[in-house]
């Protein structure tokens, strides 16, 4: 037996039409087969929060509808069982309208499943959740918490999987979870079959991003040549019992799969390759090989698991504020030394007004994004002053006034800076903070648990 | 040493960034396996810190994946607070990778850049 997961999403904004190609191959594979979504990224939950409190019927991936809606009747008809984190901070209300968008598609007998407890401030205290070790990000020491959610594991899918349902939709678990959840269920590996949880876990890992494995985020032209982007075909992964991975992607579509583009995600957001760390498995990368198994398809053998730690890793969220951002054009005869005296103009004019936050005023155009706030390497580099250079002023407040006050300092050099600017565009976005922290697993597990959500 | 040629390592190897917090991974695979020696004596961690430090970079950790030819980079504070508080157009760092690529060179033979390189 073989099982075959394909990925439709690698993150919530990805191409809404790639889950289709996957459905397609998918159907003509025998064997349990799964469409996986990943849509969630740190800052996703406490917006999501944010929407629930003030409409407790949402809090849902605003995604759902547009992804579900391309694969939902295909799938179903098929027997591809879909596994998402399109739940995001409501599974219970995705759970809904994924049922209400079946009755509009003629879905007939949906089941679908959630996975709930992700939730730590449905059972734990802010004051508790504050006082949790911080690993990484920002202080949230008084500041008001918006979302505390823990990274479940793979058990709590492979749960709710049992029940026989055709979509599981979870909140926040690890990514991986939404392959290794289907591997549990479909081959029973057990909670000390490491080597094995190990596999699952890469294959999740390497399918998690979609696109990113195919071509996608890849391609450097005349370097790293990918075929077909404009119909990037998403992966599928198909894992043995024995946990032998092999990465292939959707037929008839573009892209590529080989081991550089399997290199590249393999180490992607990876820090210590002997040691990526989930709830289900310390994952260890160091003796894992690569083999060419025909066209787009390549061999992934050689993880190995170590037991996984004793705690799980929280996304604590705070209210962060405001980011401006503002840009003027500036081109042709001089353009940098008009830029340049652009920004000594917004400079000069923002520290008169008193603004103590910092703010990074660049010229783009000048290798400002491998700069730092100061703009030492544009100030030491020889550019030529003749181009096209854009100035681009930003800040983080917590008051929206200071925000946009530095915007319309650039909106004013309109009138009041430089010769020939042009192209004024500004945006003032509402920020969230995040922080990692680390709870003891026990208390969270408790709370973990799937059930069927019926129409 | 005639046959040696000092290059970007964009031209003989390629990468990924990707973050978590403050911290940036950038992975570095050569095109060809037989790059990967020039590589580990040459791209060591100091020198990558070095290349970040004006960012606010304080430590570089350099994993080696020998059965993957490839390394992978660990930078702390390189992102400037990472989403959560850089002022950068780029708040993840997304572009970091190929700031490696670019502005770090590396002395190799001339075989170890792949034929019909425009670098070449």
Request: glycine share 10%; charged share 25%; with cysteine.
């Amino acid at each position: 037996m073989t099982v075959y997961i394909g990925s439709g999403a690698g993150f919530a904004g990805d191409r809404l039409d790639a889950g289709i190609p996957v459905v397609e191959t998918l159907k003509t594979k025998d064997g349990p087969r799964y469409l996986i979504f990943e849509v969630m990224g740190e800052r996703t939950l406490a917006i999501a929060q944010r929407i629930k409190m003030r409409n407790p019927e949402l809090g849902y991936s605003p995604y759902l509808e547009p992804y579900l809606r391309n694969v939902l009747k295909a799938a179903k008809e098929a027997g591809v069982t879909i596994v998402a984190n399109l739940g995001n901070a409501n599974p219970l209300g995705g759970a809904k309208r994924t049922h209400e968008l079946a009755r509009e598609l003629g879905v007939e007998d949906l089941r679908v499943a959630v996975v709930l407890g992700d939730d730590l401030l449905a059972f734990m205290g802010a004051d508790e959740v504050a006082s949790l070790p911080s690993i990484e990000g920002v202080s949230i020491d008084g500041k008001e918490i918006v979302a505390a959610n823990a990274y479940l594991g793979a058990r709590p899918v492979a749960e709710a999987l049992k029940l026989g349902v055709d979509v599981v939709l979870v909140g926040r678990t690890t990514d991986a979870a939404l392959v290794l959840g289907p591997l549990i269920h479909e081959y029973g590996w057990g909670e000390q079959d490491y080597d094995l949880l190990a596999a699952g876990t890469l294959a999740g890992h390497l399918l998690e991003c979609g696109g990113q494995i195919t071509g996608g985020y890849f391609c450097d032209p005349g370097f790293k040549d990918v075929p077909g982007m404009d119909d990037l075909g998403f992966p599928i992964g198909e894992i043995e019992k024995d946990g032998t991975i092999v990465i292939t992607k959707a037929a008839n579509t573009g892209g590529l799969v080989n081991k550089a583009t399997v290199t590249e995600q393999m180490l992607y957001e990876v820090h210590d390759p002997s040691a990526y760390l989930t709830p289900d498995v310390s994952l260890d990368i160091t003796n894992v090989s690569l083999a060419d198994d025909g066209k787009d398809r390549v061999r992934v053998t050689g993880a190995r698991g170590n037991p996984p730690p004793e705690t799980l890793k929280v996304t604590v969220s705070a209210d962060g504020g405001w980011l401006a951002e503002s840009e003027m054009i500036y081109a042709g005869p001089n353009a940098l030394a008009r830029a340049r005296l652009a920004a000594d103009v917004v400079r000069s004019r923002v520290t008169k007004h008193g603004v103590t936050e910092p703010v990074r005023i660049e010229i783009v155009g000048t290798g400002a994004v491998y700069d730092n706030d100061a703009s030492d390497r544009e100030r030491a580099r020889n550019m030529p002053m003749d181009g096209e250079y854009r100035l681009r002023a930003a800040i983080r407040t917590l008051d929206k006034e200071t925000a946009q006050y530095v915007n319309d300092e650039v909106l004013s050099l309109f009138c009041s800076g430089p010769s020939g600017g042009g192209g004024y565009r500004c945006n003032i976005t509402g920020q969230v903070n995040t922080a990692s922290v680390l709870v003891p697993r026990g208390p969270v597990e408790a709370q973990a648990r799937a059930q069927e959500v019926q129409p | 040493m005639s046959d040696m040629i000092t290059l970007p390592l964009h031209a003989v190897a390629h990468g990924r960034t990707g973050d978590k917090g403050n911290r940036s991974n950038i992975s570095l695979v050569p095109y060809l396996p037989e790059t990967y020696p020039y590589l580990l004596e040459q791209v060591t961690a100091e020198r990558v810190l070095e290349l970040f430090r004006h960012k606010g970079a304080t430590d570089a950790k350099r994993y080696d994946l020998p059965n993957l030819t490839a390394m992978n980079f660990v930078i702390d504070n390189a992102l400037e607070g990472g989403v959560n508080s850089s002022l950068s157009q780029d708040l993840h760092g997304k572009t970091l990778s190929f700031m490696l690529l670019g502005e770090f060179e590396v002395t190799v033979p001339k075989p170890c850049v792949p034929a019909g390189s425009r670098y070449l």
